[in-house]
């Protein structure tokens, strides 16, 4: 069974960082894409942040581009989000997904809060 655990979310005021890790256990095939959805309102839709491809090949949606790098550790199928320059807007439970030949695994959700 494919588990991925979060990590490395809080409360943060504007302006600052913080990093997400995202860890995939179990036996994976063919793991492919990882990256980072956000959700900022309950019942909102919830939104692609990041991804990066087993080649490193990043895309991020407009609004994080220049404060949020992604990057992965394959050793450890492990996923980082790195969000920096961090505003209120960018609050939302963060939730980190895996694509491999097993279909699409998803992380329980991490709450990321930017306020003062």
């Known amino acids: 069974q494919v588990q991925l655990v979060e990590s490395g979310g809080g409360l943060v005021q504007p302006g600052g960082s913080l990093r997400l890790s995202c860890r995939a256990s179990g036996i994976i095939f063919g793991l492919n894409a990882m990256g980072w959805y956000r959700r900022q309102a309950p019942g909102k839709q919830r939104e692609l942040v990041a991804t990066i491809t087993s080649g490193g090949s990043t895309n991020y949606v407009d609004s994080v581009k220049g404060r949020f790098t992604i990057s992965r550790d394959n050793a450890k199928n492990t996923v980082y989000l790195q969000m920096s320059s961090l505003k209120p807007e960018d609050t939302a439970v963060y939730y980190c997904?895996?694509?491999?030949?097993?279909?699409?695994?998803w992380g329980q959700g991490t709450q990321v809060t930017v306020s003062s």
């Open positions: 997904y895996i694509r491999s030949a097993q279909g699409v695994k």
